[in-house]
């Protein structure tokens, strides 16, 4: 029965696969049309953010409540995530990649390839201009225009315009070098597929060049000590591959190298790598690259990088040079320059690093006009409201008796009614009885304003801005589709605004875990509250999770061929 079971289960997840594949491979044509009577709704970027909140409009042109346009500045959108596997040759970028236009279509949306680079607010106007300009033929003396490539006049971006009357902006971030002279110019970073190739072609070539005759013994342990800048998630990811890497096929290739001449260093700032994390998990995770001679240099900062060389000052403040062959940079992320010009240009935007936004992910200062900014992902930050600063209001309404005080059935009702206006408060509504017998301090059973004023106030310590990852930017973007969406069904007038927005529940983020790959099939999460894991199982939990998170069926199968691909027949060593 189990072997019948067994067989059933397997045939039926083929056929459920092969259903998908063949629906993904037979997109219906589109030749999008603008609909006078929806609004225009641009969505900028090709991140996490803009593919969730795209996904969550609609899955047809008829069923989609907008014209929607999708503006980015590249063609495909990236799992990024798993960019430090495609560095080392793991997984290739392709199966991490998933084309903007196809998304587009199956969404019954428009998709132009260009870069924003402004929003005229007044007028309801993104200003774009293209990636790669045709060259126009230079005209000569005569007339008469000479298409030869030598002949071709510089390129010049042309620049259009795209009218909305509600934008979402998913522009992501910038890397962060903290102008740290030399990082742009020496340092690869690790945000991109360009970036990927470059990291993989250039290591490949580093060991090569370290195998020639006429490298004398400095040349190759300058060229093949390996620096990671940065003790993150994708710091400690990248190193933790990197080691993989040269462990599991280039020892076999280039034995007395490894043996010998390869060296990998992390620097970090702080006392701890993934120090974002759980001390158990950083702990874990500094015993785990000690064990693995990953040399990390903590409490030390970067000063100038070279082309062969790091200076760094160490936890005494003494400066140091580090020679490297393979320097990358991970170490946060800066603002991108349209969101600091859309910043300037918005006097309620007090922060000139991300925008803004309230709990329905709005641009603070647009809207008045309907036409309403949001944003969502790492271009932003939150500006939620306290509690505390309602306290009046909020201890009238709770108190329905009009007695001056708040019985314990009046606070848990209250509770209930205050988490739509205060989404932080929501990870206190299980808490209630323990919150009122805890600030109930003459234990009369009753809650004064006083009391009642200690009570917010610790509730309000909770709040934080979101952190720059994946999940935030899914869950903001998912929200805010169905809010876009729920909000055209709900009015009879497609042109709603303000008014109609804030009768909406707030975003709320629901934190699921944070994971990090630490090498030799070993991963760490932090499912939060104290609660870690490691080891080989959370390692095979690890690629579940990324497994199901891919946005189509195609990059799902293609990721498990390559992880099947690498096990059986190992990582490509070259330099393609």
């Known amino acids: 029965v189990a072997a019948y079971a067994t067989a059933a289960t397997a045939v039926g997840a083929a056929g459920c696969t092969a259903v998908c594949l063949w629906s993904e491979r037979h997109v219906a044509a589109l030749d999008w049309q603008r609909d006078p009577l929806k609004e225009d709704l641009v969505i900028v970027g090709a991140g996490w953010g803009a593919v969730a909140a795209l996904q969550s409009l ?11 346009t999708v503006v980015a500045d590249r063609d495909h959108f990236l799992f990024t995530p798993l960019l430090p596997s495609a560095a080392v040759g793991t997984l290739q970028v392709a199966s991490l990649a998933t084309p903007m236009r196809w998304l587009c279509t199956r969404a019954g949306a428009r998709f132009l390839l260009a870069r924003a680079v402004d929003v005229d607010v007044a007028r309801g106007v993104l200003v774009c201009e293209s990636l790669d300009s045709i060259a126009e033929p230079a005209v000569q003396a005569d007339g008469v225009a000479t298409p030869s490539d030598k002949n071709l006049a510089p390129a010049t971006p042309r620049r259009f315009e795209v009218a909305y009357d509600k934008l979402v902006l998913a522009v992501g971030a910038t890397n962060n070098t903290f102008g740290t002279p030399g990082v742009t110019e020496n340092c ?5 597929a360009d970036d990927v190739k470059a990291i993989k072609a250039h290591t490949a070539r580093l060991f090569e060049e370290a195998a020639l005759p006429s490298a004398s013994t400095q040349d190759r ?3 093949l000590h390996f620096v990671i800048v940065g003790g993150g ?6 190193a933790a591959e990197l080691r993989d890497y040269v462990e599991d096929d280039l020892s076999k290739l280039f034995p007395k190298l490894v043996q010998e001449d390869f060296c990998l260093s992390l620097v970090q700032s702080g006392d701890h790598i993934l120090n974002t994390y759980d001390l158990k998990i950083s702990e874990y995770a500094e015993r785990k690259f000690s064990a693995r001679n990953i040399n990390l240099l903590l409490h030390s900062r970067v000063k100038a990088v070279t ?17 490297y062959g393979l320097c990358v940079w991970s170490t946060g992320i800066a ?12 006097p309620e935007q007090e922060n000139r690093k991300a925008l803004t936004i309230d709990s329905h992910m709005r641009v603070l200062g647009t809207g008045e006009d309907k036409k309403l900014i949001f944003a969502v992902g790492d271009c932003t930050t939150t500006s939620t409201r306290r509690a505390l600063d309602s306290l009046e209001e909020l201890f009238r309404q709770a108190d329905t008796d009009g007695s001056g005080c708040l019985s314990r059935e009046e606070l848990v009702v209250a509770f209930d009614s205050m988490v739509r206006k205060f989404p932080h408060m929501r ?3 299980k808490k209630v009885h323990q919150l009122f017998d805890r600030f109930d301090a003459n234990r009369d059973g009753q809650l004064s304003i006083d009391e009642f004023r200690t009570l917010l106030a610790d509730v309000d310590a909770n709040l934080k801005s979101y952190p720059a990852t994946a999940q935030v930017a899914v869950q903001q973007g998912q929200f805010l589709g169905g809010m876009l969406a729920r909000l055209h069904a709900s009015t009879q007038d497609a042109r709603w605004g303000c008014n109609e927005l804030n009768e909406q529940p707030s975003f709320a983020y629901r934190h699921l875990g ?8 070993d991963a760490v999460i932090d499912w939060d509250h104290g609660f870690v894991t490691e080891g080989a199982a959370t390692f095979w939990l690890w690629k579940s999770v990324y497994l199901s998170e891919q946005v189509s069926t195609r990059t799902r199968v293609l990721l498990a061929w390559d992880w099947a691909r690498t096990f059986f027949f190992g990582r490509d060593v070259s330099s393609c």
């Open 58 to 68: 609609g899955s047809s042109p008829a069923r989609s409540p907008y014209n929607v």
């Open 188 to 192: 690869h970073f690790l945000k991109s």
């Open 221 to 223: 342990k300058r060229l």
């Open 233 to 238: 998630p994708t710091g400690v990811e990248i």
């Open 307 to 323: 082309p062969t060389h790091l200076q760094y000052t160490d936890a005494h403040r003494t400066l140091q040079t580090l020679p």
């Open 335 to 346: 603002a991108n320059p349209l969101v600091q010009q859309i910043a300037k240009a918005l």
């Open 427 to 429: 990870v206190h509504l």
């Open 514 to 521: 944070s994971m990090a790959y630490v090498g030799s099939e």
